[in-house]
């Protein structure tokens, strides 16, 4: 870009507007002259001001004597003007402000012949391609829950050990210590708070990968154009295209997705994508599909993973769809631009601090909403009604829990988990999602404690969290060359691990509950967990948001969208042979 | 040229980005993002962007992480929209 005649611009430029507005403006500008109070301003700019309707110096004229006759001519000014142009005064003089800027700036700058291309719009030729758009969004997130299923299932495991092991063995001890072992306070430590929170805390590694990813996808820029290309999408669906900003908030969590829906302008926008939003797989989610994925699908965790997330997506769209075209009919035509903003390198800092807030707050949750949870699963685990158990000595199939549970069982049967102790999950999933594994993790926990690990010292304890630490270590570094199918160590050729403790135990409940179906019915639970509410908090920010009837709606929508799906799953998959 | 951006936004079929507009209008971003906010002040655009401080503000105890600021919501692209087309 050049610029020439820089000589020119050091004399005084005036914009000369349109012939018929120099007239008006020629005729107030003489009307003002005549005024003596209102000679300390330009004329010509006094003119300007008066036409584009400036109040104050309007007041001013007013009160100014002789000021009659130039409110006279402004207002027989103005009149003609909007005869002509048909539009606000002060536009029109603002559009030829612009274009006598436009005209001078070509005037005195001198463009290459092409404008070079930036890096930013090299990438967003590719990346919000109107073909390539969405491959290369589906492929990233395939990316993201491979990484987070294979890369961070080494260290689940380590944390997983760490907690069932030296941390369970060191609070027993501590209980022992005390006089306390065998008493119902090992019991709320040990299957109420450990199995419970530690069941959930586990999956830490899971979520700050799945954190990691999302930051660097927040981070360089790409997440605006993911939300770009499927709100290109939408609109091709007929849906509002702006809907998918707060869907893109609700993978994080789906309370302030259903606040961001405030961006949208109608009330029937807002509410339909409201109604969507919870079908967006938020990361509490994500313990759920990693814990029976590995169980049940062990080779394809990451796919099913991904093909969660996936439904999720197709469910909230398809739904929207239908209520766009039956209950939400609206005359749609909200054209918007989007802002792009540059790409750019993520920082470590930016990075860390991302990923690091979502898992305090992860963290916090277990330490508070889940911790309570866990206490209350175990009161109830703990009062025996039937049976001749005592409290804190019961039966499980004989505990309060199983017993409110097993009302509920019934309506999950034809879903392939018809026992208490996934209905009993389920039902307590709706305090928050996290809650779904802590108390499978309590459930399955308590059902195989007779493995009970040998005394151990401070000393074995510490060597082995520290060994085991390194060998996830050496298993995730395997793990990351192995996602896009380079099998550096030969790993693939060892044969899979027999689930332990918890996993067998869940994994022989579905089977049971399933009549032999345990990978159609963990798939079919699965299903039901991503459709069914989200959580308690979501609810009663749908209820502020949109009502207690958009509310209900809501909840008793998703519940049998979730149910019927899952049947789809399970009964298909039966009829299918698959499983 | 005031009057072509909003045409622009009348005459849209999908979403555009800021950037495709300039070149469209054969205008400078700049002199774009003047216009537009020409046009939000008169109130025929309406500006949005879902952020993190909306969330401090609204989400409040339901929040995930409580009283701060949640951190579940990135801050999402600027977008502009027409007002007064919506049913």
Redesign the interface.
Known sequence: MTVIGTAALNAPIYVRYQPDIEDELTRLSTAIGQTPLLQRYHPRWLAIQLLEGDSGLLTEVQNAPNGAPVLQVLNDSQARLRAIYNE?ID?IL??QR??F??TL?RRVLTRPAT?RETLS?RV?KIV?HRLLGIPIFLALMWLVFKLTTDVATPYLEWVEEAIGGPLTNQLVALLTLIGLDGTWVESLVVDGIIAGVGGVLVFVPVLMTLYLA?AIL?DSGY??RA??VM??LM??LGLH??SF??M??GF??N???I??T??L??E??RILTGLLVPFMS??ARLPVYVLLATIFFPAYSGLVVFGLYMLGIVAAIGLGFALKHTLFK????????????PYHLPTLRGIWT?MW??T???I??AGTVIMATSILIWLLMAIPTRGDGAFADTELDDSAFATVAGVVAPVFAPLGFGSWEASGALVTGFIAKEVVVSTMSQIYGVAEEEEAAEPTTLVDDLGQVVTSFAGATIDTLRAIPLIIGIDLMGTEAEDEAEPAGLMRAAQSNFEVSSGGHGALAALAFMVFVLLYTPCV?VI??ARQEFGNRWMWFSVVGQLVIAWIAALVVFQGGRLLGWG | MLQQVLRAFEEAREPLNLVDLARQLDVDQPALEGMIAYWVRKGRLKESQATASSCRAECGPTCASGAGPCPFIGKMPRIITLVGTEE
């Open positions: 606000d536009v603002t559009d612009y274009r800027v436009n700036v404008q719009d967003d919000t999302l927040e997440m605006a939300a770009f709100d290109r609109h091709i295209g702006k900003l707060p893109i908030v994080g969590c309370v302030p997705a606040y961001a405030r961006t302008e109608t029937k926008d938020c990361s609206t005359k749609d035509r909200v054209p918007f631009i989007m802002e792009l903003p991302h807030e979502r305090a707050s992860f916090r949750r908090a009663a920010a």
